[in-house]
């Protein structure tokens, strides 16, 4: 295997710049120290914000679509380094290879669209209610963008938000998780030689890289030269973050937590549905904001699905992410995997049946479990809070509201999904009345979202839009001008200003 060291110098990462004694760098596949790092204090976080300010008075002159040449620049650094990236995003967050790679290629994907949207950064013409006038809207840079990430997408939640900022003619300030800081480290270098290979015109603090844990991340969100902080992670950090915003009423944008459902209808197809529950359920075993977490099924087809499940999940094979042919690897830490012990207890006191759910060895360390499908008399307790591990609860159902009516009832309104073949049922989950979910999704499961489409939740998801759609809005600001091309001093109607 190749190590990391090896990884990040074909990356021409320089990882000397980040060593130190504060940050344990520990991969989750077998337990093994990968590097130690140094953390930034808060004062070095207010010196990189401060640079970062200073590259952004200049980006923002920038064309556009010269803007967009950057990131088309970046993308390519990403295509050929895709292979070298994928793995140590595996080797440090443990997710299958099949996994890592993907997540580059989501990176890749917005850096396309990033590169269109820099020449649709669109403003409307407004018909004046003045004669003679005429009134538009223009979008500017916004400023700094401040990006927390969360350790299970180390790299793409960024890309998400960076490409973007890019274009739109921001820097970006990056604290990612503690938990996965030399992905990061990879990454920033892409960057740093796509901004070599552009020219003069990109200045040199466009994009900032902080280590650390939560201290940094408040140094970042406390500081008045940030306007945007772009914030993906639990639930409880979104709330700690939205506080700190509101008091300077800095804009925020939020991918919060999930808990995620599935409704399974009398007229589903059985084996889309089975393939879609394994994979949206035990996918990046179960640590994906969009994890499959509840599964309702209807009566009628309960005694045909829960039995193909249950076999599928006891031979599911759990193992080391980079061997082909595992489809599931290690939790995050050994504090994931406690809490995953924990709510399988609560589940069997709720009146819960466990299927599976227990640590498995592999190899010398790390933390592995076998995924756990758990038959709930109804929706209890636990089924109401988001475990960060391969659970999936499933209740039977007899009505498409009681269906809809659990799947809304929990506070995280990330994605959802029903599967039917009857046209009605699955428009009333997308209708008004039905999934109040920031994804509703039809005959595909929650999770896995596409970059086109603008992703995040609603409720205490965290209402945020990060990546496709109109979410490049976010990280611009609106002016309107009204121009008066006639010698008249026509005011709003009905107001009038004689001297
Ligand atoms: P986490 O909340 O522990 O940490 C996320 C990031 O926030 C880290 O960088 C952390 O250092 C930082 N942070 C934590 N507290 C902070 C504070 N008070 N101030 C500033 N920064 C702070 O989350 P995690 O364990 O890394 O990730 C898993 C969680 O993230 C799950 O809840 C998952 O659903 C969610 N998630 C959501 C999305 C989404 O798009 N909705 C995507 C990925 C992960």
């Excluded at 959802?416 to 073949?421: D, E, R």
């Excluded at 997308?430 to 929650?446: E, F, R, T, W």
């Excluded at 976010?474 to 002016?479: D, E, I, K, L, Q």
Aim: charged residues 20%; proline residues 4%.
């Amino acid at each position: 295997m190749q190590s990391v060291a090896q990884l990040l110098s074909a990356m021409q990462a320089d990882i000397g710049r980040y060593l130190g004694n504060d940050l344990a760098c520990i991969s989750p596949i077998d337990g093994e120290s990968l590097a130690s790092l140094r953390v930034d204090s808060p004062e070095q976080v207010q010196e990189k914000v401060g640079a970062a300010h200073a590259a952004f008075l200049q980006w923002r002159m920038v064309p556009a679509p010269r803007r967009g040449e950057l990131v088309r620049l970046f993308g390519d650094e990403l295509r050929s380094n895709k292979e070298i990236l994928g793995k140590l995003v595996t080797i440090e967050t443990g997710k299958i290879l099949q996994e890592g790679l993907g997540e580059v290629q989501e990176m890749i994907d917005i850096c396309d669209f990033a590169v269109g949207l820099s020449r649709q950064l669109y403003g409307l013409t407004i018909a004046s209610e003045r004669p003679g006038h005429r009134m538009m809207e223009t979008w500017h840079p916004l400023g700094v963008v401040a990006v927390i990430s969360a350790f299970n997408f180390p790299v793409a939640v960024w890309s998400w938000n960076a490409a973007l900022a890019f274009a739109c003619g921001d820097s970006v300030v990056w604290k990612p998780s503690e938990k996965a800081p030399l992905t990061a480290i990879a990454v920033q270098a892409l960057f740093e030689k796509a901004m070599a290979r552009f020219g003069a015109d990109a200045p040199a603090g466009l994009s900032q890289l902080v280590i650390g844990g939560q201290d940094c991340g408040a140094a970042l969100v406390d500081d008045t030269r940030v306007p945007l902080v772009s914030a993906t992670g639990s639930t409880r950090m979104g709330k700690a973050v939205a506080e700190r915003c509101a008091r300077r009423l800095a804009r925020t944008l939020f991918e919060l937590g999930g808990n995620n459902a599935m409704i399974v209808a009398p007229s589903a197809d059985l084996e889309l549905s089975t393939r879609a529950i394994v994979f949206s359920a035990v996918g990046t075993a179960g640590q994906r904001c969009t994890s499959l977490r509840r599964l309702f099924v209807h009566d009628d087809v309960a005694e045909r699905l829960l039995p193909r499940l249950k076999t599928v999940y006891a031979s599911l094979p759990v193992g080391n992410p980079l061997d082909e042919g595992t489809l599931v690897g290690p939790l995050i830490d050994e504090a994931a995997l406690q809490g995953m012990q924990l709510a399988l207890e609560r589940a069997r006191a709720e009146g819960g049946k466990v299927h599976g759910g227990e640590p498995v060895q592999v190899g010398k360390g790390g933390y592995y479990a076998r995924p756990a499908l758990v038959e709930m008399p109804s929706q209890t307790g636990i089924m109401h809070h988001e475990t960060f591990a391969p659970i999936l609860y499933v209740v039977r159902y007899q009505t498409l509201e009681q269906a809809i009516a659990m799947n809304n009832a929990v506070a995280q309104g990330l994605s959802s999904s029903i599967f039917t073949t009857d046209v009605r049922e699955a428009e009333r989950f997308m209708s008004a009345g039905g999934s109040d979910c920031g994804i509703a999704n039809v005959n595909i499961g929650p999770s896995g979202a596409e970059i086109g489409g603008a992703f995040g939740g609603e409720k205490d998801s965290g209402g945020g839009r990060e990546s496709g759609s109109d979410a490049w809005k976010a990280y611009m600001r609106r002016a309107t001008n009204t121009v008066n091309y006639s010698d008249a001093l026509p005011l709003a109607q009905g107001i009038r200003f004689d001297i």
